[in-house]
């Protein structure tokens, strides 16, 4: 008996985001000192300006989150979700 599953899994979705989130990034920082694909590179960056910081004596940690976002990986992320989509 074959096994037919038509539910879409959240883990390739997940995976495909990512990469398109990766690429679109690279692009747009590929693109960042060239005459017509500058505007690839436009966005904002926000997140924790310092770390936070942790010191337990023997053990110091320090925790920071940042996120840039950009047109290129806005991009990436809308080519992604099509093609999952397509799958």
């Known amino acids: 008996m074959a096994y037919n599953r038509k ?6 979705l ?3 985001v990512l990469a398109g989130i990766v690429l679109g990034g ?5 693109g960042e000192g ?6 690839l590179n436009v966005g904002g960056d926000f997140g924790l300006e310092s770390p936070l910081k942790l010191d337990l004596g023997i053990l110091f940690l320090e925790f920071r ?14 080519i992604s979700i099509f093609v999952y989509r397509k799958l």
Do not use: Q
């Not at 539910?7 to 390739?12: D, I, L, S, Y």
């Not at 060239?34 to 505007?39: A, E, H, I, S, V």
């Open 7 to 12: 539910e879409k899994n959240g883990w390739a």
């Open 65 to 78: 989150i940042a996120f840039k976002i950009t047109l290129a990986s806005l991009i990436g992320i809308a």
């Open 34 to 39: 060239t005459r017509y694909f500058d505007w």
């Open 26 to 30: 690279f692009l747009g920082e590929l």
């Open 14 to 16: 997940f995976l495909l």
